[in-house]
Antibody
Framework: QVQLVQSGAEVKKPGASAKVSCKASGYTFSSYYIHWVRQAPGQGLEWMGVIKPSSGGTNYGQKFQGRVTMTRDMSTSTVNMELSSLRSEDTAVYFC??????????????WGQGTLVTVSS | DIVMTQSPLSLPVTPGEPASISCRSSESLLHNNGYTYLDWYLQKPGQSPHLLISLASDRASGVPDRFSGSGSGTNFTLKISRVEAEDVGVYYCMQALQTVTFGQGTRLEIK
């Protein structure tokens, strides 16, 4: 069955970087885009960007340009999302989600369990 | 960016009664391929969001048929024909025509 399993919670100091991984299984990794979304405490969903695993091509949300890097490791079917220059406002749960075979940008039928990143001095 | 506006933001419903959530986009979500790039998601307390409706009206696999999506252009509606206790959570509309943006969310609670 399709699964997206994310790495564990992290606590980081302001100015540091956080790297969250999303390991895919149960399907052909290269065939589906992976999106990243975050949710600050008590807030709504915010899209961060997307990676196309087959090519490594990315598209980042304007708010995160210059601070976010998404990469993939084909050998382990894993997508990584690294956010740099962390500030307290980056404290959030980060989710990965998978697009569909025909519509890369919507129909996210599979989600990771979420990873809490806490930014605190 | 395309702005998504949901209403109401809070929705108390009696079990067995219908419920309706509106979502409006600042631009038409009709792609030139003829599909409308609008999804609905439900996030139950303490869980990841899950897909209810895609392409404005296509119910996702395993979603009960009491959920339905409708609309076109810039106006969309999610309807629940008879609310059950398990439907509690926050409902989000999401557009994917120009990158991705979400509505603010509508919190459904049981009266």
């Amino acid at each position: 069955q399709v699964q997206l399993v994310q790495s564990g919670a992290e606590v980081k100091k302001p100015g540091a970087s956080a790297k969250v991984s999303c390991k895919a299984s149960g399907y052909t990794f290269s065939s589906y885009y992976i999106h990243w979304v975050r949710q600050a405490p008590g807030q709504g969903l915010e899209w961060m960007g997307v990676i196309k695993p087959s090519s490594g091509g990315t598209n980042y949300g304007q708010k995160f340009q210059g601070r976010v890097t998404m990469t993939r490791d084909m050998s382990t079917s894993t997508v990584n999302m690294e956010l740099s220059s962390l500030r307290s406002e980056d404290t959030a749960v980060y989710f990965c989600a998978r697009g569909t075979e025909y519509f890369d940008w919507l129909g996210w039928g599979y989600w990771g369990q979420g990873t809490l990143v806490t930014v605190s001095s | 960016d395309i702005v998504m506006t949901q209403s109401p933001l809070s929705l108390p419903v009696t079990p067995g009664e219908p419920a309706s959530i509106s979502c409006r986009s600042s631009e038409s979500l009709l792609h030139n391929n003829g599909y409308t790039y609008l999804d609905w998601y439900l996030q139950k307390p303490g869980q990841s969001p899950h897909l209810l409706i895609s392409l404005a009206s296509d119910r996702a696999s395993g979603v009960p048929d009491r959920f339905s999506g409708s609309g076109s252009g810039t106006n969309f509606t999610l309807k629940i024909s008879r609310v059950e206790a398990e439907d509690v959570g926050v409902y989000y509309c999401m557009q994917a025509l120009q990158t991705v943006t979400f509505g603010q969310g509508t919190r459904l609670e049981i009266k």
